[in-house]
């Protein structure tokens, strides 16, 4: 896993609703955790553009119905800073479901995705209608 070329400020925490951004059949994901971060007493570890989360399927098809799922943070609202000084931010908080080996399940996505996400996970860009 390569280091963001970006200050990502963290905009989301455990307990966000964010979208799902892919044509697995999930709608909306709930996050739960941050993956691969121990924990500090009474903190909440946040989450922003590029980071693996753990989140619970809040709607969407019966096959992902409450189940616990691998997503990647493709979009934020909170504006994050590029190296060049340029201050980007998005519409809406979204993520696209993974596998085990962080490659996407879905086939597709829907809207853009940001550049920090295709530095950090290559095989990303292929599922990618935009990068942005």
Partial sequence: MRQI????SKGLIPGS???CADNTGAKLL????????????RKLKSVGIGDIIIASVRSGSPDYMKKKVR?????QKSPI???DGLRIRF????????????LAIGTEVKG????????????????????V
């Fill in 5 to 8: 070329s970006s200050r990502v």
């Fill in 17 to 19: 609703v964010v979208i």
């Fill in 30 to 41: 709930r996050i739960i955790s941050k993956k691969g971060v121990g924990g500090t007493h």
């Fill in 71 to 75: 997503a990647v943070i493709i979009r």
């Fill in 81 to 83: 800073r590029r190296k």
């Fill in 91 to 102: 519409e809406d908080n979204a993520a696209i479901l993974i596998n085990d080996t962080n």
């Fill in 112 to 131: 853009v995705m940001a550049r920090e996400v295709v530095e950090r996970y290559i095989k990303l860009a292929g599922v990618a209608s935009r990068v």
